[in-house]
Nanobody, 125 residues
Framework: LWLVESGGGLVQHGGSLRLSCAAS????????IAWFRQAPGKEREGVSC????????DYADSVKRRFTISRGNTKNTVYLQMNNLKPEDTAIYYC???????????????????WGQGTQVTVSS
């Protein structure tokens, strides 16, 4: 499973971006998907996740009511819609996949087996 993130870029404080996580030839409905981010000098943080085969989601408190994770209609893409972006959201954003079937998703780093290379998000003040 090869994950590719896209959609990052430079945006002003209060702006929006939509990140995509795509997997060629794989149905991501069979995987729990999470978005992580890592800012310079900081640990990787689980931002959001969505369960395999369902719509249950979870968010870090820092992004609740601003970020939304969702699955695309093509079944091989997961999105992270980011609204009202703040300078502290600046980081490299990674998507990750967990093939295990669980009733809830998790944002712990060690749960995820497959990772993309990341996409840079920079929010200017």
């Amino acid at each position: 499973l090869w994950l590719v993130e896209s959609g990052g870029g430079l945006v002003q404080h209060g702006g929006s971006l939509r990140l995509s996580c795509a997997a060629s030839g794989f149905n991501l409905d069979y995987y729990a998907i999470a978005w992580f981010r890592q800012a310079p000098g900081k640990e990787r943080e689980g931002v959001s996740c969505i369960v395999s085969g369902g719509n249950s989601t979870d968010y870090a408190d820092s992004v609740k009511r601003r970020f939304t994770i969702s699955r695309g209609n093509t079944k091989n893409t997961v999105y992270l819609q980011m609204n009202n972006l703040k300078p502290e959201d600046t980081a490299i954003y990674y998507c990750a996949a967990d093939p295990a079937v669980r009733p809830v998703c998790g944002r712990r780093f060690g749960r995820y087996n497959y990772w993309g290379q990341g996409t840079q998000v920079t929010v200017s003040s």
